[in-house]
C-alpha cells in the first residue's frame, strides 16, 4: 500500500513478497558470513559447534522474515502449496536449530547465505517479470538480468550447494556431531529439508534454462521470417 501503491492489484502482493525477501536476504548475507567467520572453533568441530550469540541472531531475523513470508503467502496466496510448505520446512530448521539443539548453526548458516546469495539479483528479476509487460524499461531489464542470474543460480544452487550438502552429510554420518549432541533425528531431519530444497531449486532454473532458450530461439526465427 505504500512502496507498490501505483501498481495495479495485479502483481501488488507479489512485488510485496519479492521486496520482503529483499529485505532480509542481502542483509542477511552480510550478518551470516560474519557470523560464520567469527567462529573460533577448531576446523574439526565447527559444523557441529554450538551456537554464538550472533549466530542465534542471524536465525531470528531469518525466522522472522519466514514468518512474516509465510503469513503473507497463506493471506494472498493460499493455493502456492509448495511454497508455503518450503517455508514451514525452512522454519522449522531455523527453529529448531536454534531453540532446542542450540548447535549446528554453522553448517544451517553456509547453507542460508548460499540460498540468498542471488536474493538481490533474483528479486530485481522478479519485480522487473511482473511490469515487463506494461513497461518496456521493465521488460528489457527482465531479459538483460535473465541469463547472468540463471548462471549465478546455477554454480550456487547446482554446484556449491550440493558440495556443502555433501561434506555436511561425511561429517553427520562419521558420528563426530554426537560429541556435540546434535541428535540423530535433528540433523537427519535437516539434511531431508535441506536435500529436498536442492533438488526443487535446481528443477527450477533448469525450467527457466528451458524456456529461455526457447524464448530467444522463437526471436531468432522471427528474425530469419
Known amino acids: 500500500m505504500v512502496v507498490f501503491r501505483n501498481w495495479g492489484p495485479k502483481h501488488r502482493a507479489a512485488a510485496?513478497?519479492?521486496?520482503?525477501?529483499?529485505?532480509?536476504g542481502t542483509p542477511v548475507v552480510f550478518m551470516?558470513?560474519?557470523?560464520?567467520?567469527?567462529?573460533?572453533?577448531?576446523?574439526?568441530d565447527i559444523i557441529a559447534s554450538p551456537n554464538t550469540t550472533f549466530q542465534d541472531i542471524v536465525l531470528e531475523y531469518s525466522i522472522a522474515y519466514f514468518f512474516m513470508d509465510l503469513l503473507h503467502y497463506?493471506?494472498?496466496?493460499?493455493?502456492?502449496?509448495?511454497?508455503?510448505?518450503?517455508?514451514?520446512?525452512?522454519?522449522?530448521?531455523?527453529?529448531?536449530?536454534?531453540?532446542?539443539?542450540?548447535?549446528?548453526?554453522?553448517?544451517?548458516?553456509?547453507?542460508?547465505?548460499?540460498?540468498e546469495i542471488t536474493s538481490a539479483c533474483q528479486?530485481?528479476?522478479s519485480l522487473a517479470g511482473f511490469r515487463k509487460a506494461d513497461v518496456p524499461a521493465s521488460a528489457k531489464l527482465h531479459e538483460?538480468?535473465?541469463?547472468?542470474?540463471?548462471?549465478?543460480?546455477?554454480?550456487v544452487r547446482g554446484i556449491l550447494g550440493p558440495l556443502f550438502v555433501y561434506q555436511m552429510w561425511v561429517y553427520y554420518q562419521s558420528g563426530a556431531a554426537a560429541a556435540t549432541l546434535i541428535p540423530k533425528w535433528a540433523w537427519v531431519s535437516w539434511m531431508v529439508v535441506?536435500?529436498?530444497?536442492?533438488?526443487?531449486?535446481?528443477?527450477?532454473?533448469?525450467?527457466?534454462?528451458?524456456d529461455l532458450c526457447r524464448e530467444r530461439s522463437c526471436?531468432?526465427?522471427?528474425?530469419?521470417n
Open 194 to 210: 535441506i536435500v529436498i530444497g536442492i533438488l526443487l531449486s535446481v528443477l527450477w532454473i533448469l525450467n527457466n534454462w528451458i
Open 144 to 155: 538483460t538480468l535473465s541469463l547472468p542470474f540463471y548462471a549465478l543460480y546455477s554454480v
Open 74 to 115: 497463506i493471506i494472498f496466496f493460499p493455493r502456492d502449496i509448495l511454497f508455503i510448505l518450503h517455508h514451514v520446512a525452512t522454519l522449522y530448521v531455523l527453529v529448531t536449530c536454534h531453540f532446542v539443539v542450540r548447535s549446528g548453526a554453522f553448517a544451517i548458516l553456509v547453507i542460508l547465505v548460499l540460498a
Open 219 to 224: 526471436k531468432a526465427s522471427k528474425k530469419v
Open 32 to 44: 551470516a558470513s560474519y557470523a560464520i567467520i567469527d567462529v573460533k572453533n577448531k576446523a574439526s
Open 16 to 24: 510485496s513478497s519479492c521486496f520482503i525477501s529483499l529485505v532480509h
Open 123 to 125: 528479486n530485481v528479476w
